[in-house]
C-alpha cells in the first residue's frame, strides 16, 4: 500500500488482548500494563475510534482506562498500546515501580542499584571505606549523638595528620605519630583559653629553648610550699616560733625561714638551722644570709655556712643575741641533688 511521509522507524504497537464484563455500568477496567497517556491507546469500540481524554481516560497511575459511557453488554471493543518513539512519556504512579519493572532480582537489604555503564544494572553493596569518600564542595560535620568518635589509623606505624590551608598554602597542622606511642607535632604554636597542661607520669617536663630532648634544658620541676626550721644548739628564752617557706625551680631551691623567740635568742659557735625541703648533691655548696629585724630598731646581718647534703646551715659566731619578740629572717639558695 503506498503512502505519503517516512515510514516508522522507532516504536511498537502492542495488541493488549482487553477483555472485561460489559454491563453499561462498569466504566474502569484494567488494561494490563502501564500507559502514560490517554493518546498512547488506539482504542475501537464497535469499529468507532475513540478520542482520547473525551470518550475514556487513564486510571489508577495509568493502569486502567475509564469508559466515559460504559460499555454494554454485546459491546466489541480492542486496544493497542502504542510506545517507543511514537508514544508518550509514562509518568509512573507513587510506589509503583519495583525489581520486576526494572527486571532486576531482588538484592539485600542496604544495596543499591548501579549501573556498569553499558546499559546493564544490578545491585550492589554500599562500600564504608574510607578511601571510597571523595572532596566535598562545602562545611562539614563529623558528629554522633552518643557514644565516642573514634579515628584509628590500623597500619602498623601510621600516623594521624591533620591538614589544612594557610591562605592559598597547603600545611600540616597536626600530626600524631603512630611510631612513638602518638608523639604529637604541631605546626605552629599551642595557645590553651583555660586550664593547665597536666602530664598523666611523673619525672616528666618541657624542653627550653631547643628543638631536641636535651637534659640541661629539661624543665621537670617546680613546686612550693612550707618547711619547718628546726634549731639546734640554740639558746632560746620563752616561746620559740618558727616558719618556713620554699620555691623550687628545676633543681634550684629558695628557701625562706624565720624564728622569733618570747624573750630571746643565743647561741654558741655551733648552731645550726636543719630541716630545709631539699638536700644538695654536694658538702659547703650553697648561699645564703640572715637579718634580724628588731622590734627595737636594731638589726643584724651575716653569711650563713650551708652543709646542704645534711640539710642544715650553721649561724656564724658573730650572730648577736635577740632581744624580746625580735625576728630573725633568713634566705638560703642552693642547688638540690634532684
Not at 453488554?73 to 504512579?93: K, L, R, W
Not at 627595737?296 to 640539710?311: E, K, M, P, Q, T
Request: hydrophobic residues 35%.
Amino acid at each position: 500500500m503506498a503512502y505519503i511521509g517516512q515510514s516508522i522507524k522507532n516504536g511498537t504497537f502492542t495488541d493488549l488482548s482487553f477483555s472485561g464484563t460489559f454491563n453499561s455500568s462498569t466504566t474502569a477496567f484494567n488494561l494490563g500494563t502501564q500507559v502514560g497517556s490517554p493518546a498512547q491507546l488506539l482504542v475501537s469500540k464497535n469499529g468507532v475510534i475513540q478520542r482520547p481524554g473525551t470518550d475514556y481516560t487513564l486510571a489508577t497511575g495509568g493502569t486502567q482506562i475509564s469508559f466515559t459511557t460504559a460499555p454494554a453488554s454485546g459491546d466489541s471493543i480492542f486496544i493497542v498500546e502504542i510506545s517507543g518513539a511514537v508514544g508518550g512519556t509514562i509518568t509512573p504512579s507513587d510506589n509503583s515501580v519495583g525489581v520486576d519493572q526494572l527486571n532486576l532480582s531482588d538484592g539485600s537489604s542496604g544495596q543499591f542499584i548501579r549501573t556498569d555503564g553499558s546499559g546493564t544494572l544490578s545491585f550492589a553493596s554500599v562500600s564504608s571505606a574510607l578511601d571510597d569518600i571523595t572532596t566535598g564542595d562545602a562545611a562539614s560535620t563529623l558528629a554522633t549523638s552518643a557514644g565516642n568518635i573514634t579515628i584509628d589509623a590500623q597500619g602498623s606505624d601510621t600516623d594521624i595528620i591533620f591538614k589544612g590551608t594557610d591562605g592559598s598554602s597547603d600545611i600540616t597542622m597536626l600530626t600524631l605519630d603512630g611510631s612513638d606511642a602518638g608523639a604529637a607535632t604541631l605546626n605552629n604554636g599551642l595557645t590553651l583559653s583555660d586550664g593547665n597542661i597536666t602530664f598523666s607520669g611523673s619525672g616528666h617536663g618541657i624542653h627550653l629553648g631547643v628543638t631536641s630532648a636535651t637534659a640541661a634544658n629539661l624543665l621537670d620541676d617546680y613546686e612550693f610550699g612550707t618547711w619547718t626550721p628546726t634549731l639546734t644548739n640554740f639558746s632560746t628564752s620563752g616561746t620559740v616560733t618558727t616558719v618556713g617557706r620554699y620555691v623550687k625551680s628545676g633543681r634550684m631551691v629558695v628557701a625562706i625561714g624565720s624564728m622569733k623567740a618570747a624573750t630571746s635568742i643565743a647561741h654558741d659557735t655551733s648552731a645550726l638551722v636543719a630541716g630545709f625541703p631539699f638536700a644538695g648533691p654536694l658538702t659547703d655548696i650553697g648561699t645564703g644570709s640572715f637579718a634580724f629585724a628588731s622590734n627595737a630598731g636594731g638589726n643584724d646581718s651575716g653569711i650563713l655556712f650551708c652543709d646542704l647534703v645534711s640539710s642544715r646551715v650553721f649561724f656564724p659566731s658573730s650572730m648577736n643575741t635577740t632581744s624580746s619578740n625580735e625576728l630573725c629572717v633568713f634566705t638560703v639558695t642552693y642547688e638540690a641533688a634532684s
